[in-house]
């Protein structure tokens, strides 16, 4: 696919074709996919490679909300 809008068309066809009950799961992982590139955008992090707190705070202050407690939390095999 050659561009932004060929993209858009081809993840529009796909979610009409999906249930109701798909459409917020689709959603959780839209924004996974999200954080996952906000995060590769936000600061490279400490030359070595290992993650420091000062790095791990500024990726959490990047994040709009924990997707991930969400999930668990809504996962029907946990307690």
Do not use: C, F
């Not at 858009?8 to 996919?33: D, F, H, S, Y």
């Amino acid at each position: 696919m050659d561009n932004k809008e060929t993209y858009e068309k081809q993840i529009t066809n796909e979610l009409r074709t999906l249930p109701q009950a798909a459409l917020a799961e689709v959603l959780r992982l839209v924004a996974v996919v999200r954080e996952k590139y906000r995060a590769r955008t936000a600061s490279a992090g400490p030359a070595n490679g290992l993650a420091t707190h000062q790095h791990t705070r500024q990726l959490l202050a990047s994040s709009k909300g924990n997707w991930a407690q969400g999930l668990i939390g809504e996962r029907e095999d946990r307690l």
